[in-house]
T-cell receptor, first 112, second 119 residues
Framework: QKEVEQNSGPLSVPEGAIASLNCTYSDRGSQSFFWYRQYSGKSPELIMFIYSNGDKEDGRFTAQLNKASQYVSLLIRDSQPSDSATYLCAVTMYSSASKIIFGSGTRLSIRP | NAGVTQTPKFQVLKTGQSMTLQCAQDMNHNSMYWYRQDPGMGLRLIYYSASEGTTDKGEVPNGYNVSRLNKREFSLRLESAAPSQTSVYFC??????????????????FGPGTRLTVL
């Protein structure tokens, strides 16, 4: 079992709709959770992070964390064509807070 | 600030050859990382260095060695390249201990990547 799992997609969402991306992790001691966005041929960049159970909102992005279910999600409201990218979930390991493991990524496509 | 730089950008090797990928950061970060990215596999952690003077194995360390030369530089060495090591390699760094501007202290900043092909 991979330590961080995501559906690879592609996930196709119409422009203006809500895109929902999901991630599960296996290490119950994980403390920090991240969503990175990666455009094709580019490097990943951080868009959201969350440490506590519940929701965290930043503009059109909402990160949701449920530690009991070991589940993290990212919602993108009012999806734009510029949101088309691969979204990578990343989690710190309990054994070392510096050890950060990524999921395989979900490719999101926003159709006009 | 250049951020995280990697050299070379592209490299083609023959099976059995060796090479070193270089990474440097000018952000005074404590932690540095090497990942590889294959199609559909996301980023897989090869090695990381939580602080100067320490290195630890990640998910896929076999066939690689690393050196944390100083606080700025973290190199990745392939002693005997194999076709299975064909990939895009990303170096990253994070401050670890100095959060600022509402950003987490373990936010990773990535270099532009090295595209390696082993024939």
């Amino acid at each position: 079992q991979k330590e961080v799992e995501q559906n690879s997609g592609p996930l196709s969402v119409p422009e203006g709709a809500i895109a929902s991306l999901n991630c599960t992790y296996s290490d119950r001691g994980s403390q920090s959770f991240f969503w990175y966005r990666q455009y094709s041929g580019k490097s990943p960049e951080l868009i959201m992070f969350i440490y506590s159970n519940g929701d965290k909102e930043d503009g059109r992005f909402t990160a949701q964390l449920n530690k009991a279910s070991q589940y993290v999600s990212l919602l993108i409201r009012d999806s734009q064509p510029s949101d088309s990218a691969t979204y990578l979930c990343a989690v710190t390991m309990y054994s070392s807070a510096s050890k950060i493991i990524f999921g395989s990524g979900t490719r999101l496509s926003i159709r006009p | 600030n250049a951020g995280v730089t990697q050299t070379p950008k592209f490299q083609v090797l023959k099976t059995g050859q060796s090479m070193t990928l270089q990474c440097a950061q000018d952000m005074n970060h404590n932690s540095m990382y090497w990942y590889r990215q294959d199609p559909g596999m996301g980023l897989r952690l090869i090695y990381y260095s939580a602080s100067e003077g320490t290195t630890d194995k990640g998910e896929v360390p076999n066939g690689y060695n690393v050196s944390r030369l100083n606080k700025r530089e973290f190199s990745l060495r392939l002693e005997s390249a194999a076709p299975s090591q064909t990939s895009v390699y990303f170096c990253a760094s994070s401050s670890r201990g100095r959060a600022s501007g509402g950003r987490p202290d373990n936010e990773q900043f990535f270099g532009p990547g090295t595209r390696l092909t082993v024939l």
